[in-house]
């Protein structure tokens, strides 16, 4: 019964870290879009340097996991929670890491104007960061029926992804003196689309953790 309590005990802080970690992602990513919209340089430097704070969890999570196998040797049902866990928080080590690189992308954009306001961009990264909302609530609830229906609003984002590239590729032809600043911007789209992906694959790891079952739901 001891060793069971000091068991939950750990799952219950892996558990807590982990939700830590995907609050950090979170703050990250709105950061770094209302970084954009303002050119805010010193935000976006900000983000950058705080992405460590993220890494830091991400390690944190990686040795609990690697010292709740070797000393406790869970049964499948926990084994399954410690190991959707960890790719869980792999996907969010992911999602901060992509809430740097739209930071770097404001810092390539540099002084404005910007070639036109900001206003779709931020709409699919509210769409992005809903999914990270309901897949989080997911987790915590062990729900997999909310998991799937999170995964199947990444057609939505892709459907907004495709659209902002294709009208950027437009203003690139129209306006050749600004292609450094559209190309940014695509990227910006870009690394919000991967941001619905990597919420999409967490979908699957709590399917697996509930289910015992590998589903693809990226396709």
């Known amino acids: 019964m001891a060793i069971r309590s000091s068991f939950d005990k750990d799952l219950t802080k892996l558990k807590d870290s982990l939700l830590e970690m995907a609050s950090l992602a979170r703050t990250s990513v709105e950061d770094s879009i209302k970084a954009l919209a303002e050119l805010d340089f010193e935000k976006a430097k900000q983000i950058i340097e705080d ?4 890494n830091q969890l991400d390690e944190k ?4 996991v690697v010292q709740l196998i070797a000393q406790q040797q869970p049964v499948a049902t926990d084994l399954r929670k410690i190991i959707a866990a960890l790719k869980f928080s792999n996907d969010v080590e992911r999602i901060g890491d992509l809430a740097v690189n739209i930071s770097k992308s404001i810092l390539h954009i540099g002084n404005g104007p910007l070639i036109k306001p900001i206003v779709e961009i ?7 960061l809903d999914m990270l909302s309901k897949v989080v609530e997911a987790y915590i609830n ?14 939505a984002v892709d459907a ?21 600043q559209i190309t940014q911007l695509a990227f910006v789209c870009r690394y919000i689309e991967r941001i ?10 709590i399917i697996f953790m509930v289910r015992a079952k590998q589903y693809d739901l990226n396709t």
């Open 142 to 155: 062990e729900d997999p029926v909310l998991a799937r229906e999170t995964a199947a609003s990444d057609d």
């Open 122 to 128: 931020p709409k699919m990264a509210d769409m992005a």
């Open 196 to 205: 619905a992906d990597h919420t999409t694959n967490m979908s699957e790891h």
């Open 51 to 54: 992405d460590a704070k993220i």
């Open 61 to 64: 999570i990686n040795n609990l």
């Open 160 to 180: 907004l992804y495709g659209k902002l590239t294709q009208e950027l590729l437009e203003l690139m032809t129209k306006n050749p003196q600004s292609i450094n």
